[in-house]
């Protein structure tokens, strides 16, 4: 089993920043993709971005890309998601997953709130 625990969400201004954290316990050795989804009030949780254990490997979603930016410390076991230029419309739980197949998402966290206000 993987462990998941998200942190730095919270109240920023529209066109602010916020940097979430995730680092992952238990069995991590055989961890490939890292990431994040979330879910805003009254919507569908979606795909926000990804990571693979090699360099150069991230992927965004296309509201996100040019704003955001996923990083990853496997020594840590550490997944992070830069985020700048925050819209309102990026108000949401952020939550954490990991795989142990490429792009099958069986771990995730509990979720952090973000919540941007114009």
């Known amino acids: 089993q993987v462990q998941l625990v998200e942190s730095g969400g919270g109240l920023v201004q529209a066109g602010g920043s916020l940097r979430l954290s995730c680092v992952a316990s238990?069995?991590?050795?055989?961890?490939?993709?890292m990431g994040w989804f979330r879910q805003a009030p009254g919507k569908e949780r979606e795909f926000v971005s990804g990571i693979g254990r090699r360099p150069h490997s991230a992927f965004y979603e296309d509201s996100v890309k040019g704003r955001f930016t996923i990083s990853r410390d496997n020594a840590k076991n550490t997944v992070y998601l830069q985020m700048n230029t925050l819209k309102p419309e990026d108000t949401a739980v952020y939550y954490c997953?990991?795989?142990?197949?490429?792009?099958?998402?069986?771990?995730w966290g509990r979720g952090t709130q973000v919540t941007v206000s114009s």
């Open positions: 997953v990991a795989a142990e197949s490429p792009g099958v998402f069986d771990y």
């Open positions: 238990g069995r991590t050795d055989n961890l490939d993709d």
